[in-house]
């Protein structure tokens, strides 16, 4: 057995876990932005986003065990779980351990969406685009593959999708205010009894 086994893996998931991520932020922006064909049931669609994200966790937990098991930089639990932790690169490590953290709530509050209030679940499922950022910029900052040409270029042109989606869901959303604001209620009439 290749005695790197542990980073190949390590390396391997945490991009993964990040795609995934940036996948199952693009696709709530798309949905969102009610951009989706009216044709595909709201159900389906829901469990894709919710199906990426799981997986974004999943792939996320095989990252850490990675880097716990590799011996190259000695990860404990420590500095896994706490920010600063980590005597390598601690300022990006630790905007991985939070990226794990906001992950780890989002994904939850997604779960039991329909027992929380509205408020609660809308306001931490809106952490979701600082997590892709966080997320974005610990595998750049963190990553021994921040200088692989590929990753650099796949980086770029995801936060390029995901800054056009959000735009267009704060366009949108306040295309929506506006024309509900602009729509006068409905006068109620009086009905006159002879």
């Known amino acids: 057995m290749n ?3 542990w980073w190949f893996i390590s390396r391997s998931s945490g991009i993964i876990a990040w795609g995934l991520l940036t996948l199952a932020v693009c ?5 969102s932005t009610k951009a989706v064909a009216k044709a595909s049931t709201p159900a389906w669609l829901l469990d894709l986003h919710r199906f990426l994200g ?3 966790v999943v792939f996320t937990g095989i990252h850490l065990v ?10 404990g639990w420590a500095e896994l779980f706490i920010p600063m932790a980590s005597t390598w690169k601690p300022g990006a490590v630790a905007f991985g351990v939070v990226s794990f953290y906001v992950l780890v709530a989002v994904q939850a509050t997604s779960l039991m969406m329909k027992r929380l209030p509205r408020r609660l679940w809308r306001s931490v499922h809106r952490l979701s685009l600082p997590l892709y950022a966080v997320a974005t910029y610990h595998g750049l900052a963190a990553g021994s593959d921040r200088t692989n040409v590929g990753f650099r270029v796949a980086s770029l042109v995801s936060v390029n999708i995901v800054a056009f ?14 024309a509900k604001a602009a729509t006068p209620p409905r006068e109620r009439t009086a009905v006159l009894v002879d």
């Open 3 to 5: 005695p790197q086994i």
């Open 27 to 31: 696709w709530g922006l798309f949905v």
């Open 54 to 56: 799981g997986m974004s």
């Open 66 to 75: 990675g880097l716990w098991a590799d011996s190259y930089v000695q990860f």
């Open 165 to 178: 989606l959000a735009i267009v869901l704060v366009l949108a959303s306040r295309k929506a205010a506006l």
